[in-house]
């Protein structure tokens, strides 16, 4: 079978529908009868991934940062150039005049909730997508929950959406081989990871952090990971607490896993998530987690998580004291979640889209 990747998000900062293109294709590697390609951007800084050769735009693009533009108009030659390989487009877009392809949409956020994006963007995926899913062989989504959406938006009939789980990367899985960054360890703190966006719920978490007796807080801080994404809109946030730290985007993976390993407990309230990877990836550091009872999060984390209400201030302070004050229930959820994390593999998750992928061709 011959693959052609759209190697459009290799222009873009690794979030977690990036990581998941990443992994998919070294999951890719290990299957026998595949032949793939990646195409991207003139401007793609990398020649090849996991053994794949990257095919590059032979011209320059005019509207950098416009990746999006590039998917349209200059994508399509490529592939019409290389007729025999059928295109996966694994980030929520593909181009338009390509109909030997299969998308990966991760959700149906940018419908559920319109305020999250900023207008440009949500402007631009509220008109490709129905059109897209209209034109493309098969879709494929991250969970049943995303299935779901993707029906009730009207983007695709269930015939045509498969579902496979994302895995877990194996460089949190082997996070036992990174050296501890110096002073992680020495610091009582919980985390938080995400895009700052509205969809992420920062400020109901500052807020029920902020209502929370210093006693009862032991010390302990809280340290907010990421940073602004131009395609969502912005969360005015107001810091009152002096315990509370903003870290921008971090693109050191190393870092990021030291991070989650010396957190004492992992906090992702979301209103509404495809899949929600960064609850895995503490998981597989040994983090216990609290995550927000809404979107795919019972679906992925299951009882391996313990759950709060996204939109009530109350119930997120009440869980994160619950936690903090039980080191007996910590030590429980960090042992269940190791576990859980086993059955998230990105060699299954590759292997499974592949035999999907047989009965489509």
């Given at each position: ?336 979640g190791l576990e859980h994390v086993k059955q998230y593999s990105y060699d299954k998750s590759a292997l499974r889209m592949r035999e999907i992928l047989r009965y489509i061709e």
């Open positions: 079978m011959k693959i052609a990747i759209n190697g459009t998000f290799l222009m873009k900062k690794i979030t977690g529908v990036q990581r998941y293109a990443y992994e998919m294709i070294k999951g890719f590697r290990k299957i026998e009868g595949l032949e793939i390609i990646i195409f991207a951007p003139k401007e793609c800084l990398l020649s090849e991934i996991s053994g794949f050769k990257i095919i590059k735009d032979k011209n320059k693009f005019s509207y950098l940062n416009q990746w999006w533009l590039w998917e349209q108009c200059n994508l399509p030659k490529l592939c019409k150039e290389h007729k025999d390989y059928l295109l996966w487009s694994p980030a929520n877009t593909g181009p338009l005049l390509v109909e030997n392809q299969v998308v990966t949409l991760h959700d149906a956020a940018v419908f559920e909730g319109p305020e999250w994006f900023s207008k440009t963007s949500g402007t631009y995926y509220r008109w490709l997508l129905p059109k897209l899913t209209r034109r493309v062989k098969h879709i494929f989504t991250v969970s049943n929950f995303s299935k779901n959406e993707i029906i009730k938006y009207g983007l695709g009939k269930p015939s045509n959406i498969s579902v496979v789980y994302p895995g877990v990367s194996d460089i949190f899985l082997n996070h036992n081989t990174n050296k501890i960054t110096e002073g992680y360890q020495d610091t009582k703190y919980i985390m938080n990871l995400g895009s700052r966006d509205p969809r992420k719920n920062v400020k109901n978490l500052i807020c029920a952090w902020e209502a929370i007796d210093d006693q009862k807080k032991g010390n302990t801080k809280l340290y907010i990971v990421g940073g602004n994404n131009k395609g969502f809109s912005k969360e005015n946030i107001h810091l009152k607490d002096r315990d509370i730290k903003m870290l921008d985007y971090i693109e050191n993976d190393n870092e990021i896993i030291n991070l989650y390993r010396c957190a004492k407990l992992f906090v992702f309230p979301s209103k509404y998530e495809g899949f929600g990877s960064p609850p895995l990836e503490a998981m597989a550091c040994g983090t216990p987690v609290l995550a927000a009872n809404s979107g795919s999060l019972p679906e992925v984390c299951k009882d391996a998580a313990l759950y709060c209400q996204a939109d009530d201030t109350s119930d997120i302070a009440e869980k994160l004291v619950k936690m903090l004050s039980d080191e007996t229930l910590l030590e429980k959820m960090k042992n269940i």
